[in-house]
């Protein structure tokens, strides 16, 4: 697991994340794969995707430390733990998701 500091240096460094939404589970390493084979090192897989924590799991337990390994559309403490705990080195929600009201 990436540290804090060495995330925020990676988005700095690669400036390009992508997104993975609305995949089906079974692709999201080779999704994966062919996105680092293009030169992408940032993923997020999104929480409005069946299956996302199982996504993240997989994409974490296969590209090991040449990827790093995010959940969007994060909207609640519960998510964002339940994604940390899968694998997520980054997590990015809203910016409506952890206001008070």
Do not use: H, W
């Not at 995707?49 to 590209?63: F, H, L, Q, S, W």
């Amino acid at each position: 697991m990436s540290n804090k500091l060495e995330i925020i240096s990676a988005i700095k460094k690669y400036k390009v994340c992508a997104i993975i939404r609305g995949a089906e589970a079974e692709k999201a390493v080779k999704i994966a794969q062919s996105l680092f084979d293009g030169g992408i090192k940032l993923i997020e897989v999104t929480f409005n995707t069946d299956k996302a924590i199982e996504m993240i799991e997989a994409i974490k337990r296969t590209m090991g430390d040449k990827m790093y390994v995010g959940a969007g559309t994060v909207l609640d403490q519960e998510t964002a733990i339940l994604a940390i705990n899968a694998g997520a080195e980054f997590i990015l929600s809203p910016e409506r998701a952890f206001q008070k009201e």
